[in-house]
């Protein structure tokens, strides 16, 4: 098909790691980026890992990348409540053209 | 890092009315911008492309005589929504950029319209 999907709902106990997960739909895909949105809020790029990278970490944050079956995930270590949010995954299929986003997890970190 | 200036930030309008949302690259210049729109718990969904000095190119079901676009420089891009409607109401969005490399986006802060 032609969607980025995700899982739509996480919910995690603080200090626990949280991963979500996320389908792409085109292998020529070039960036795939992850995006934080609080609530009210624009977006915030968190991080972004390259097509031809398999893994990139980032402090707390890792992102697992597997081109053959186009799947992403972000790991979240030592989740905290301000990591309670939205979290879109997002992919650049060529340059100069707009981002196709997922739907969003919302990710619910309890104390 | 590239900024995108958006606003307002939020706006309430009465029926009937037009509402305008502008974004401007801050020290850098947008060549394309990209206008999304977000109803609540659900994704964004891009609505148009405009090129600077150049029609915009609508996605497909968005009206083009009801969201305007205006790419008239390279730093400013405004969407005007014409006699919004209730159904109207949503979470706008808009980025610049989607040139080469990691941080071709930069995104605003978004608008959140209320059509009462």
């Known amino acids: 098909g032609e969607d980025v999907e995700q899982s739509l709902f996480l919910s995690v106990r603080e200090g626990d790691s949280s991963v979500i997960n996320c389908t792409y739909t085109d292998s020529s895909s070039t960036y795939l980026y992850w995006y934080k949105q609080e609530p009210g809020a624009g977006l915030q790029l968190l991080t972004y890992?390259?097509?031809?990278?398999d893994m990139k970490q980032d402090q707390r944050l890792t992102v697992l990348l597997n081109k053959k079956d186009k799947h992403l995930s972000l790991r979240i270590a030592d989740t905290q409540t301000g990591d309670s949010a939205i979290y879109f995954c997002a992919e650049s299929r060529q340059a100069g053209t707009a981002l196709i986003f997922g739907k969003g997890t919302t990710l619910s970190v309890s104390s | 890092g590239a900024v995108v200036s958006q606003h307002p930030s939020w706006v309430i309008c009465k029926s009937g009315t037009s509402v305008k949302i502008e974004c401007r690259s801050l020290d850098f210049q947008a060549t394309t911008m990209f206008w999304y729109r977000q109803f609540p718990k659900q994704s964004l969904m891009l609505m148009a492309t405009s090129n600077e000095g150049s029609k915009a190119t609508y996605e497909q079901g968005v009206e083009k005589d009801k969201f305007l676009i205006n790419h008239a420089s390279l730093t400013l891009s405004t969407l005007t929504v014409t006699s919004a409607h209730p159904e109207d109401s949503s979470f706008y969005i808009c980025s610049a950029g989607g040139g080469q490399g990691a941080f071709g986006y930069t995104f605003g802060s978004g608008t959140r319209l209320t059509v009462v």
């Open positions: 890992i390259f097509s031809n990278m």
